[in-house]
Structures are given as C-alpha cells and as structure tokens.
C-alpha cells in the first residue's frame, strides 16, 4: 500500500473553499461593558508601576472616569433605540442589547460610582501614625494581628487594589443580566463572584470576622456555582443547545430539525425541570431568598461596610435581572411549572426575612435581613408575568439600590474606639447627638419600610399592582402584611435614635470626607424623587421593560 494510501485512511481532501468565518463583534453596544473591563486592567498596572504613595489617588480616577464613561455609552445606546426599536442579540448571539438590560446596566454603574464613592472615604477613622487611613486592610496579605501587618499599618499603606477590584465585578454585573447563553451567564457569574469575595475579606478592624464572612460566602457561593453549571449540563442535554432563543423554542415544541445525536435526550422533560430547576436556584442564591439565604446576615455583617452597600445594591440588579431574563425568555412555555414554586419561595423570603429581623440587635445583620424581606417583595413582580411585572421589578432595583448604598454609607459614620459602632443599642440617642445623621437614615429605613413620599412606596406599589394584575392577588395580601411586619422594626430603631437617652459613653459620628457626603446626599435625592415624582422613572421603565428574542 502506497503512503499516500494509507495517508488518506486517516485524513481526507480539506475543501479549498470553506473557510473559519471570524465572529462579528459589535463593539460599540458593548461599550459599557468593555469600557469597564479596560479600566480594570489599567487599574491592575497601575498597582504593578505607580508608586504607592501616587496609587490611591490614581486609582480613584481610574474608577470614577471609566465608570461615567460606561454610564454615557449606556445612554447614547438608548438614546440610539437600541433599548427599543433597535434590540437585537449581539456578539455572535451571546448577548442581548434590549431595554432591560440597558436599564439594568446603567443601575450597575450608577450605583458602583456611588459605591466608590464609599470605598475611597479615608476621614472616617483616626489617623494611623501621621497616614490617613480606610476601610481596609493596611496589607490584606498578612496575617491578623501579626508583625507584618503593625509594620505595614504603621508604614501607612492602603490596599488601593480595591479599586480594580470592584471594576472586574461591575464588568460581571454589566454582562450577567444582558447574557443570552448559559455559558455566558455563567462566565458573568465567576467575574462578578470572584472580586466580591476577596473585597469580603479585607476589613481593617474585626479581620477575623471579615475573612470569616469572605470564607462563608466563597464556600457557599461556589456551592451554588456547582449547582448553576449542573442545570446549565441538564438543559444542553435536553435542547442540544446553550442559547436562551434555542432552548425556548425546544421548550414550546417548534424545532425545526433534530440533531440524531441529541434525538435521545432531546425534549425529555427530567432533564428540563432538573436543570431549570438549578440554575434558577444559583440566582436565587444571588438574590438572596429564603432558603438560599444563610450567606446573607453574616456575610453583610463581616465584610466592610462600604463593600457590604455595593454588594446589596449591585448584586440583587445583576441577579434579578438574570432570573427576569431566565423566566421569560428562556422558560415562558414553563409558566405553569415554575410559577407555583416561585410563589413559596416568594413567601417565605418575605415573611422570614422580615419576621427575624425583628430579633436582630446589629444594625448590619438588620439591614441583611431587611434585603431578604426586598428579595421578596420583587420577587412578586417576577411572578407577574407580564410587561408591567418586569417594569416594576427594573423600577423598584433602581431606587432599592440607592437607598441600600445611602443606608449602609451612614453606618460607616456612627464610630466608638472599635470601629463602627453596629450594635443597635450604641445608636440610641444618635437623634440628639447629631441631627442631621438621625434624620438621613430615618428617611432610608422610612424608604425600606414603604412609607408614602419615598421611593420605597412607588417602588413597593408599582410590584403589588403588577403581581395582582398578574392574578396574584393572595401573594400581594401576603405582601402587604410583611411590610407591616418590617415597617415594626425599622420605626423601632426610628424611636430609638430619637427618643431615647443618649448614653455618656455612646458612639461619636465622624465627619466624612465630600465623598461619603455625595453618596449619602445622592441617596437621599433619589429616595426622596422617585418618591414624590416616580412617574417619568416609571415611564422609563415601562420603555425598557421589553425584552429582545
């Protein structure tokens, strides 16, 4: 046999002709996206040859300019349709540049820059010989209470790579609601996870509990990961498919050709429910409803602060963002199927986030435990299945968000010789103390409770309204009665800083750099805007709240 005979049993003649296409990239509608990604990869080089005593202030330009940057590519694409008329799938299917995701995305940025506002307050604590200092770690690298780490704090280093940091985890954010494929979904879920629970871990004071939460939320969060990537396996094998468009048309039964391959698996319903049945458990986590929700109380308390106001805020915009698009673009023809579940984790996540934070004795903890009564509250909009429903879930994240980051940003100021003071019965008295800090976080946890003239009450309403339209009208009873619930313990601390005695030894309040102040001021504005005139963000909402198939 001939060498070119035996050659050919193993390799054939190649077509001349057909050629490896090169993938079609739209880069400019996902300018916000990597216009974030390349300010993190600078802000990386500029810790590897920026000499440090420069870094910080670097860093933070860094941040602030790449996220104002990204917010305007966000409106010039709207303004350009693309959240309307325009919509469409881009990047070779990946992606889907429509309202809600355009919505949700500029959310993301304007709640991070608010955020970074918190990260770079440096005012707040004494200074540490002659060096101002922040809420982290001197050198996150060494071990608590060790030499290395009184050396580092006395040589006044900071950990400014906070700041890349919080950019990769936007860039997740920024991706995880607007995915259309499962693999993308999933990449977006490891980028934003991944930079939350190293920030988790790097408080200056109480660092044992800090790297406590951040270990928490890693085990935890990876555990959750296993089971997003498993039900991403279960669904490839029961549509032959990845993409979001695909796999909705197997589930409604309009396919137009079968691979022989997947003829066997394909349209097998186990498959199906398991697999959706665990991706949406993967965001539940994310969103922190009962029962995926053990992470939330000592994760918010352990990490630092301005972290903790971040990661409430943007977290539950990316996450539920994600679950909208899972439900009612992926799994619509499934309504029956997941609705009833939808309806018991919605319930419980309200009653018992709102039911144990009455017990709670930690400002932090109460605030954690508030945001799981919230994930419930919006989960009523999801259920609504209706445009109305994904409108008002877009509406009530946007103005949650900002009352979270205000909330938490004036936690940072009530301060003792340990840090900041989080036990609820050092803010008594604060009323008296200092006005003004009693007032603003009065008007926060007013919003958090749904009182009229905030935006916590349109926000509550709007997903009450859509959730009964919808024909859910027991789970808006159920609704109604938590929010009485929670309104009990947010007017308790209410009567506590006003009403009570200041003690002789009680927290003092540090008076905050213009940074702090623009957060808590931003806020207040919006808490007190969409409160009063909600009706042109709704409109907005309602525009966006159309999704692209």
């Avoid at 990769?168 to 930079?195: C, H, I, Q, W």
């Avoid at 909705?248 to 691979?259: I, K, L, Q, T, Y």
């Avoid at 319903?269 to 965001?283: H, R, T």
């Avoid at 009962?290 to 915009?317: L, R, S």
Wanted: charged share 10%.
């Amino acid at each position: 046999m001939s060498a070119a005979a035996v050659h050919s049993l193993w390799t054939t003649a190649a077509d001349p002709i057909a050629k490896i296409g090169a993938p079609k990239i739209e880069y400019g509608q996902l300018s916000p996206t990597l216009i974030v990604v390349g300010a993190a990869i600078v802000g990386v080089l500029v810790e590897a040859f920026v000499p440090r005593r420069s870094r910080y202030y670097a860093q933070v330009f860094v941040s602030v300019v790449a996220l104002c940057a990204a917010f305007a590519a966000v409106v010039v694409l709207a303004a350009g349709g693309y959240g309307t008329t325009k919509a469409h799938i881009a990047a070779m299917g990946a992606i889907a540049v429509d309202g809600p995701s355009l919505f949700l995305q500029g959310t993301i940025l304007l709640s991070a820059l608010v955020g970074l506002f918190t990260f770079a307050e440096r005012r707040l604590d004494p200074e540490a010989h002659g060096n101002r200092v922040d809420s982290f770690a001197a050198q996150a690298s060494s071990v608590p209470g060790s030499d290395s780490e009184k050396a580092a704090v006395k040589a006044g280093f900071t950990t400014t790579e906070v700041f890349p940091l919080l950019l990769f985890a936007v860039a997740g954010m920024l991706v995880f609601p607007s995915a259309n494929d499962l693999l993308t979904l999933f990449v977006a879920l490891e980028v934003f996870s991944l930079p939350l629970y190293l920030l988790c871990a790097l408080a200056r004071r109480k660092r044992l509990m800090s790297q406590e939460a951040a270990v928490k939320y890693f085990l935890l969060g990876a555990f959750a990961s296993a089971f997003t990537l498993f039900g991403i396996a279960l669904l490839y094998g029961y549509a032959g498919s990845v993409s979001y468009t695909t796999i909705a048309r197997v589930v409604e039964g309009n396919v137009p050709s079968v691979d022989p391959a997947l003829a066997n698996t394909m349209g097998n319903d186990a498959l199906l429910l398991i697999g959706a049945a665990m991706v949406v458990m993967g965001l539940l986590f994310k969103v922190g409803a009962v029962p995926f929700h053990m992470w939330t109380p000592d994760v918010y308390q352990g990490a630092p602060t301005p972290v903790t106001g971040f990661m409430a805020a943007a977290t539950k915009v990316a996450a539920f963002g994600a679950l909208l698009r899972l439900l009612y673009v992926v799994l619509p023809g499934m309504r029956w199927d997941w609705r009833p579940v939808m309806w018991g984790v919605a319930i419980i996540t309200m009653l018992g986030g709102a039911i144990v934070a009455i017990t709670q004795t930690d400002i932090k903890r109460l605030l954690a435990y508030s945001s799981i009564a919230h994930a419930g509250f919006i989960l009523a909009g999801v259920i609504a299945t209706s445009k109305d429903g994904v409108s008002s879930v877009l509406f009530y994240l946007a103005a949650y968000s900002f009352v979270t980051i205000g909330a938490f940003a004036v936690v940072t100021l009530v301060r003792d010789a340990g840090g900041e003071a989080t036990h609820l019965s050092k803010w008594a008295g604060l009323g008296r103390r200092s006005p003004l800090v009693a007032a603003v976080f009065a008007v926060f946890l007013l919003a958090f409770a749904g009182i009229p003239l905030t935006s916590g009450f349109a926000g509550k309403f709007a997903v009450f309204k859509a959730a009964a339209e919808g024909g859910a009208a027991p789970l808006v009873v159920i609704g109604v009665i938590s929010s009485a619930v929670a309104a009990f313990f947010y007017i308790r601390v209410i009567v506590l800083m006003f009403f009570s005695e200041p003690r002789p030894e009680g927290p003092t309040v540090a008076v905050p750099s213009p940074l702090t102040m623009t957060a808590i001021g931003v806020g207040v504005a919006v808490t007190v805007v969409l409160g009063v005139a909600p009706q042109y963000f709704l409109d907005l909402a309602n525009q966006a709240g159309v999704f692209v198939r």
